[in-house]
């Protein structure tokens, strides 16, 4: 329309409000966890001022998963992103590690833009831990004495951050640039564990063309006590499955050997090296092929964790050697009509005796 000056024009918009409301229901099938289910209902326009409300649920044989989360994106009209997170959630690692970890709690989130590349995440978080095992399984002495001991229920109080630092091309499918995170928590403000926690994880892309791409990934962390505390089971790092290829999940680091049983670590790091090539397919079966090669270790225990109870002496039953860890192969990753399917052939070409190895990974998740 015709404005007020000839050098000005009077728009009129009309504007129809999409479905901000989400029913999902989820399946898959891992290796691992065998069949996953998942179900959310979500609200991304809730009281029509963009807030995000979402509840969600998942079961699985190693996860079972339900939380509420609340999301403002402009909390006092400023560029800050608020949240409130309720959450429950238990981890079956009886197979794994002899214990259960169930843990109910909650966390605040704020977080903001430093720049248009680098944002940092801060959190408060109040949780209920609680490690459990077996009826009769202590006594019956068929659980490591160690793990047996961390049995119980303690306060997490934790304030944390994240820092990152993003200047990929595309945060899903990157060719080109590099990212990184790092993230601490504090834990003892309040509760009764007291830790530091320090993780940093990185990643750099290079595309030689639009079929060969590089990428050189890598993480690590180093989890401490303070104030006498030592580390419990469940606050420890356990690695393996698909967080280091040809691993069984928590397949490596500190073992009791005499039961088997996977005791976590307090320091980790792992490195991967990934070379995308064609596989002769066209594009629009959506299926890409990437040679890999990981490589890295998992260890370091407290002394408590490793005596044996008797005038504090060592068991050398329990192994924690920090020892090299590589493994190479090919992952095969198919954007199926039914989800991500993700298959992975390795071969472990450096391992201690004692971890678990695997040579094929299978898994799959979707949303209907």
Sequence with gaps: ?????????????????????????????????????????????????????????????????????????????????????????????????GFNSESVG??????????????????YSIHSDRVVVSNGACSGASVSRTICDQTGEHLTSLLGYTLTLDRRNDPRRATRGFYVNFKQDFAGVGGDVKYLRTEVEGGWYHGFNSAFVWSATGSAGLV??????????????????????????????????????????????????????????????????????????????DKSAKATGTYGATNPRIVDDLGLRASTGLS?????????????????????TYDKTESFRFSTSTQF
């Excluded at 690695?239 to 980790?268: C, M, S, W």
């Excluded at 298959?343 to 391992?351: E, N, R, T």
């Design 224 to 301: 401490s006590g303070w104030g006498g505390d030592s580390i419990r089971i469940n606050a420890r790092f356990f690695k393996g499955g698909n967080t280091f290829r040809g691993f069984q999940v928590a397949g490596i680091g500190p073992r009791d050997t005499q039961y088997d049983e996977a005791l976590g670590g307090k320091a980790y790091i792992i490195g991967s090296n990934e070379l995308s090539i064609p596989n002769g397919l066209p594009e629009q079966y959506g299926i890409r092929t990437a040679l890999f090669i990981d490589v890295g270790t998992l260890g370091l225990l």
């Design 1 to 97: 329309l015709p404005g007020s000056a000839p050098d000005k024009t009077i728009l009129r918009v009309k504007v129809q409000e999409q479905p901000t409301g989400e029913l999902s229901f989820g399946a898959g099938y891992s290796s691992v966890d065998q069949l996953l289910l998942d179900i959310g209902v979500s609200q991304h326009n809730f009281r029509g001022r963009g807030q995000d409300l979402r509840l969600r649920a998942s079961v699985g044989s190693l996860r079972q998963q339900i939380d509420l989360a609340f999301t403002e994106p402009r909390f006092l009209d400023r560029d800050l992103r608020a949240g409130i997170d309720i959450y429950s959630y238990r981890y079956d690692y009886s197979t794994q590690a």
């Design 106 to 123: 909650s966390t605040l989130n704020l977080g903001f833009p430093l720049n248009v590349n680098t944002y940092l995440s801060t959190r």
């Design 332 to 352: 095969v990753f198919w954007t199926s009509p039914l989800g991500p399917i993700r298959l992975d052939f390795s071969q472990v070409l450096a391992k201690e």
